[in-house]
């Protein structure tokens, strides 16, 4: 099944804002609140970050948020710290039976 | 604090059957979905398939034909078969649960994955 798209690379410099984008179709994105966000840090598992578009599981800093308009989801996240650099993926419900994953960003904090 | 353990062969040769488990402490596995997702390496997540605790399964339809997810309430565990695997198999294999009852796959508990090689 094909992925979600995803930018391969963002960066942003300490204290700067970034947004990553997750493309889908109405199958997908646009067609239900499930889409979810994944932290992965270097020979780590992946980190849920947000659920359910805008969602933060507890414990997550709050400088991470979601949104969503049409069949584009986005991660914001705010102040950026050398920390937040990670690859990072969406996720979607697809068609009510199946999960999809984005190709993966990774952030760069120069 | 539930936590999940992968087990299962590191190297399997090609054409055969790759299985893993994964194990579920500090909670029961009668509830919750319960995911494969594998990642190739210097690639993205792929997911695999997911099981209730009930039997109920669904699967990566690009991988459908070849996957098996089964669950043992008995010993809180569920387990993945792969057949017919070749080199594009390769890859970290991991096993997740979902956030909550109804989170529709957002799998917030990870294991820390495990290594699996497709090599003669």
């Known amino acids: 099944q094909s992925a979600l798209t995803q930018p391969a690379s963002v960066s942003g410099s300490p204290g700067q804002s970034i947004t990553i984008s997750c493309t889908g179709t109405?199958?997908?994105?646009?067609?239900?609140?499930?889409v979810s966000w994944y932290q992965q840090l270097p020979g780590k598992a992946p980190k849920l970050m947000i659920y359910d578009v805008s969602n933060r599981p507890s414990g997550v800093s709050s400088r991470f948020s979601g949104s969503k308009s049409g069949n584009t989801a986005s991660l914001t996240i705010s102040g950026l710290q050398t920390e937040d650099e990670a690859d990072y993926y969406c996720s979607s419900y697809r068609s009510s039976t199946t999960v999809v994953f984005g190709g993966g960003t990774k952030l760069a904090v120069l | 604090q539930v936590q999940l353990q992968e087990s299962g062969p590191g190297l399997v040769k090609p054409s055969e059957t790759l299985s893993l488990t994964c194990t579920v402490s500090g909670g029961s596995i009668s509830s919750y979905y319960w995911s494969w997702i594998r990642q190739p390496p210097g690639k993205g997540l792929e997911w695999i398939g997911y099981?209730?605790?009930?039997?109920?399964?669904h699967y990566n339809p690009s991988l459908k034909s070849r996957v098996t997810i089964s669950v043992d309430t008995s010993k809180n565990q569920f387990s993945l078969r792969l057949s017919s695997v070749t080199a594009a198999d390769t890859a970290v294999y991991y096993c997740?649960?979902?956030?909550?009852?109804?989170?529709?796959?957002?799998?917030?508990?990870w294991g820390q994955g495990t290594t699996v090689t497709v090599s003669s």
């Open positions: 099981i209730y605790y009930t039997g109920s399964t």
């Open positions: 997740a649960r979902d956030l909550g009852l109804d989170t529709y796959h957002a799998m917030g508990v």
């Open positions: 109405s199958s997908d994105v646009g067609g239900n609140n499930h």
